[in-house]
Every structure is written in C-alpha cells, then in structure tokens.
C-alpha cells in the first residue's frame, strides 16, 4: 500500500487542523492505519492508531480528548482532526499502515507515507 499524508501547515496555539492520508490499493480496508509525528531533535513518536474497521482507536496520552482519528475505507482514506493545539504539537506528521496493530514502536509498522509538516505557533 502507498500513502500519502497531506493537510499541514501553520496554526495559531488553541486552533485546530485536519491531517488527511491517502491510501492507494484495493486492500486498504485491511489495514490497520497509524499516525505518527517527529519533532526536530526528536525521535518519531506514536500518535494515534484506527483498526481496519474503524471500531478500535488508540491514542497517545498526550493527544487524547484533542486529538480524533477516523477513516473511510470506500474513499481510501485516513484522517487526524486535531483540536487545542500547542506548540509542542508541532512536528512532521507522518500516517502509517500495517496488517496488525504494531503499537506505538515506529519501527514495527510497515508501510509509511511521506510526512506533512504541523507547526503551531505561541
């Protein structure tokens, strides 16, 4: 599967933005999607997770409650609405994809997309 994440960009601290990813394949309902970040200097980092129904999400406990992942397997889709947004948000977001839930280790997930970049000003 190929992805392609897409919607940063420069928020005031408190607004909001939508990360969307797009997914290529006929088998995208059959994966699970994943959503990291990397802040400069720092190692990428677990965002938030959605099985390949949609029933299950997972979030990192410094996104939850501002944080929302959802996805559209008829339009191949995978997205992050983020709310309340700080400075410390800010990062290149990166979507990812795997047969199973491979947790919050970057390194266990298969298949990544080129990240978009999330700043977000004081």
């Known amino acids: 599967v190929q992805l392609q994440a897409y919607g940063g960009g420069l928020v005031q601290a408190g607004g909001s933005l939508r990360l969307s990813c797009a997914a290529s394949g006929r088998t995208f309902s059959s994966y699970v999607m994943g959503w990291f970040r990397q802040a400069p200097g720092k190692e990428r980092e677990f965002v938030a997770a959605?099985?390949?129904?949609?029933?299950?999400?997972y979030y990192a406990d410094s996104v939850k409650g501002r944080f929302t992942v959802s996805r559209d397997n008829a339009r191949n889709t995978v997205s992050l609405q983020m709310n309340s947004l700080k400075p410390e948000d800010t990062a290149v977001y990166y979507c990812?994809?795997?047969?199973?839930?491979?947790?919050?280790?970057?390194?266990?997930?298969?298949?990544w997309g080129q990240g978009t970049l999330v700043t977000v000003s004081s």
């Open positions: 959605i099985s390949s129904g949609g029933g299950s999400t």
């Open positions: 990812a994809a795997d047969i199973h839930y491979r947790g919050t280790t970057s390194r266990e997930w298969g298949y």
